[in-house]
Structures are given as structure tokens and as C-alpha cells.
């Protein structure tokens, strides 16, 4: 495991300098093959977005986090799936490419509900603040995509699980974070 400060990667993103971003995921993908590391995962949803700049370059294959969920979605059944994290990722290709790419619709917030999504994770979670309105905020908005057909939603970002998760939620969860976890576990494993 290896990553820079997230405050490096936040001065890229706030410039919306993905090739720079892209760099620091290089440079880390350089230190772990020369550690021994097989493949490369980063559970950042967000720093996917970066990824086309280097994966040519990269020492080591990275397991793509919105790849993981994609399937994961076709093997549960799901047809139309909502997407919630940073506003970054949400307003990428990141995920509607890949679940496109396997038959899968994704739905996004609205752009003034991604703009308090990014808030809520930027100023609080991220810094461990939980706060029962954004918690509510976050419910309000699975429960609009609920009603707008969705079947199921992505938890596309690290800290949404904290607060979130199926018993919090009025759709079906799919947590980006654990699902690259166990899709890592089981790639290690087949290679021994």
C-alpha cells in the first residue's frame, strides 16, 4: 500500500489536473512493482478518473474499481443504478462507461445535489465529522433516485459507507470500497 497525502491529490483536483493526478498513481505504482506487488488497486474512486493518462505506462495491471462494481451490479440483477461521491467522480465517465460497457444505465444526482454530496464528504466526513443532517441529505437523494427507477446505488466514494449502507438506505447499496476489497482478496488468492 502506498498513496501521498490526500492533500496532494485535492491541489490537482481543485485545478482539474488529471494527468498530474495521474503521476502521483504512477509514482506509487512504481514504488509497489518494485516491492513485489502482482496488480494495483486504489480504492480513491475519484483518482479513476486519472488513470487512462498513465495505465500504458503503469509497471502493473490495475484492478478497476468501477469495473468491480459494474459486475457486481450484473451478477445482483440491478439494470439502473444510481451514483453518489465527489463531484469529480460524478461528473466523469468513470462509471457510466463501465457499466454502460455491461448493459447497466447509471443515474446521477442532480448537479446542486452533487455540490452538497462533495460538501458533505470534503468538509465533514472526510475529517470525521458525521452529522445527522448530512447523513438525512444523503438518504434524500438515494430515495429521489429511487423514485426516478433506480434499483440500486453506488457508494462511489470511501467515506459514504461510513454513514450509509443497506439498512440506511432506501435502495440496495453497492460500497465501491468493499467490493474492490474482496475482488483484490480473490485475485491474490487464484495467484498463489
Given amino acids: 500500500m502506498h498513496t501521498p497525502s490526500l ?3 485535492v491541489r490537482l483536483l ?3 489536473d488529471w494527468p498530474g493526478v495521474g503521476e502521483l498513481m504512477l509514482a506509487s505504482a512504481r514504488k509497489l512493482a ?5 496488480f494495483l488497486i486504489c480504492p480513491d474512486n475519484t483518482i479513476h478518473r486519472a488513470l487512462p493518462h498513465i495505465e500504458a505506462r503503469s509497471p502493473l495491471p490495475w484492478l478497476h474499481i468501477a469495473e468491480v462494481v459494474a ?3 450484473v451478477e445482483r440483477g440491478f439494470l439502473r443504478v444510481g451514483l453518489t461521491g465527489t463531484r469529480w467522480l460524478v461528473d466523469s465517465e468513470v462509471y457510466p462507461e463501465k457499466l454502460a460497457a455491461r448493459g447497466v444505465e447509471c443515474v446521477r444526482p442532480s448537479v446542486a445535489e452533487r455540490a452538497e454530496i462533495n460538501r458533505i464528504i470534503m468538509d465533514e466526513l472526510v ?3 458525521v452529522e445527522a443532517a448530512a447523513v438525512s441529505y444523503l438518504k434524500g437523494v438515494i430515495d429521489r433516485l429511487k423514485g426516478e427507477g433506480c434499483d440500486a446505488v453506488i457508494l462511489g466514494c470511501t467515506e459514504i459507507p461510513l454513514v450509509i ?3 440506511k438506505s ?3 447499496t453497492l460500497d465501491s470500497t468493499r467490493l474492490l476489497a474482496r475482488a483484490a482478496l480473490r485475485r ?3 495467484a498463489t
Fill in 188 to 190: 491474490a488468492a487464484a
Fill in 14 to 16: 481543485d485545478r482539474d
Fill in 170 to 172: 432506501s435502495l440496495p
Fill in 7 to 9: 492533500a496532494d491529490y
Fill in 71 to 73: 459486475a457486481h451490479a
Fill in 165 to 167: 449502507d443497506d439498512s
Fill in 34 to 38: 518494485g516491492m513485489g506487488a502482482d
Fill in 127 to 129: 475529517r470525521g465529522i
